[in-house]
């Protein structure tokens, strides 16, 4: 389609549109697939089915619901910061592309830790499952942060991106290792502690989010 | 795309662009996936495998078939009157943007409880899986409440929007909160009620839908 | 995007844009997910897991290749018709989103027969699953006769649409409904004939698409 | 939408639009999906189920991971080379359609070889997986240049594309089937430089993928 529209565009221009439609395809893709982990509970008898144990078994299954909710609301800040860095871009290049590859690789993982945490945290090894999910937040926030560093190249940023705005990115994205690692040390001794700086950290960056 | 089509366009009337499109991928993908629900008849053993046994496990499966059908039309309506919201907005911001986070969290999750009216609604436990479907439209109807607000303060809508059109969906959405915790009170008597009025419900609003 | 683009537009224009690429988006999902029918062969034992037998055990699965193969590029055919349709459309209106609606949720089940042929074609069981194939598409047929109907009303068609293409388009599609009940017929007697008449007619199809 | 913008444009121009979006939509459907096949592990009995037991349990998945982080690079690789082609192209035909889908079909398909080396990795089965992976890429990689074909052919290519980009695209798909037919054949005798091979060939097309 852009290539009907802007004629004069470089090829490197056009290329930015289809890159977020694509990593827009992906968030939105991800995102929605969080939602198969919800399952529906089942019984080993048929007799054991009556509308209590339904009742209790779905109410039973609140970890499925608290780790996707968590994960549901991590993806939507993570794809509004994707898109708040791309709409500061200019051009595309290989680098661009690969370091973007790297973010999305991460974004189609989230459904797995996610599922991990709701099948163990009320296990012996909940542990084990929350240090894994906030570890794996710690990857996507370096990926993040490459992705920040690739974006922002003299070559393929904006030239009249307002360096306020990109200063204010910069550094958003400059607690994210660090409290993500915050949370994986955590996680070995308390799984909720963990779990709840991960749920902290989407409403600080979602607050924090300018309109702009 | 629309970066290089609207040069002029400030940054915010970007943003509903891509905010539109993220949502229609989540619908698309959400209204796609109810359909895995489906699932192929298996058999204990392969003596029983025989054209009639498949026919008839086919015809078995039928209360999945009902609530397929009415989930995703009740989804596509959804994404009709999403679409007439988003029509008449002229900005984003946080606000709107975590509003329809909210409603796109609940679109993911309808394939849920329709597995669960799909597995139960033959089981001594379908009023505790109905009650659960039209409680969680409950919600679904709460999120549009929210949305139609956010999406309507001074500070996002179109200023042209004709207010005829806003307050028709207005009245249109107040209904739904209390429609479905009416379906739900009556799934705890009568499963068949409770869904005999979530599906009325799809046909009202599709119905009633405004062409322009 | 579109409100962006074409200020001067109607409403009911810009409808359809956001309608085609919901669409695609449908499309575009259904198409991806019938491969999740292929799946991995596993063995009872650990002592079985041999070259040998991994190779037998992919080789044994073709009706699950040929089930996916037929049905992916008649979704492909269908998703070239459903473009040549939009093509002439110039409005929509609730009748027409009901009418695609209608077609889009055929679409979305497609996955669910192909399953169903998959794994019963090899069984004593293959007529009833090549039978519900070929009815399911009789079905498919239905839906794109009452698009066809839906679309060329007076009030949506592009007044400047030509009516040869139409009438092609009419044409084509006219065949469909008795030729998918003759495959279902036949079902009844021979699998392979039902499966034959059906990969037939999406090559037919195919090769009849007109390139403008 | 490109019907509003551009009503000069004749349907084939426009067809190269709807084409890429429903291409790019398989693909990132296709990419994301890859990331189901990585699995929560699963403990025989409850007492198993420890912080260490379930770390280990995700450690010894690796051959998941490792087969996953491949498939996923080689797509977006495949996406980046497809979009590379499509930027030379100004009319769409039924030829082209059809080259097209055959790739589509064979993208919605990686995800399959991937969890056959992700299962049999480490069973004495490997080499069979292994050459079926590779061997699947020898189909698309021969699916790629039937596209370069279609693509290129004078009644469909952009005249005043620059033969220098055709020929650097002709020239790296030139090596893609004996490439992959040689990781194919050493599958049967080691599984891992197979999988080396395959990995290796798609860092070689990342770094000589062109910025323009």
Request: charged content about 15%; overall charge neutral.
């Amino acid at each position: 389609m852009t290539e009907i529209i802007s004629e004069t565009g470089t090829p490197s221009e056009r290329e930015t549109g289809r890159l977020e439609a694509f990593s827009d395809g992906v968030f939105a893709i991800a995102i929605t697939l969080l939602a198969l982990e919800l399952k529906v509970p089942h019984f080993e008898s048929g007799s054991d089915v009556t509308p209590a144990a339904l009742a209790s078994g779905l109410a039973r299954q609140w970890p499925s619901y608290f780790a996707f909710f968590t994960s549901f609301f991590t993806v939507l800040v993570m794809w509004v910061h994707h898109h708040a860095i791309f709409r500061l871009v200019w051009r595309s290049d290989v680098t661009l592309l690969f370091a973007n590859g790297f973010l999305l690789m991460l974004v189609t993982v989230v459904p797995f830790p996610t599922a991990l945490v709701a099948e163990y945290l009320r296990t012996p090894a909940a542990s084990a499952a929350c240090t894994f999910y906030a570890g794996f937040f710690v990857l996507v926030s370096i990926g993040f942060w490459v992705l920040l560093w690739a974006a922002f190249r003299k070559s393929v940023v904006n030239p009249h991106a307002s360096a306020a705005k990109i200063e204010h990115l910069r550094r958003s994205y400059r607690l994210g290792p660090p409290l993500y690692l915050a949370a994986t040390v955590a996680g070995l001794f308390s799984p909720w502690l963990a779990m709840g700086i991960c749920s902290a950290l989407w409403m600080v960056w979602a607050v924090t989010t300018r309109d702009d």
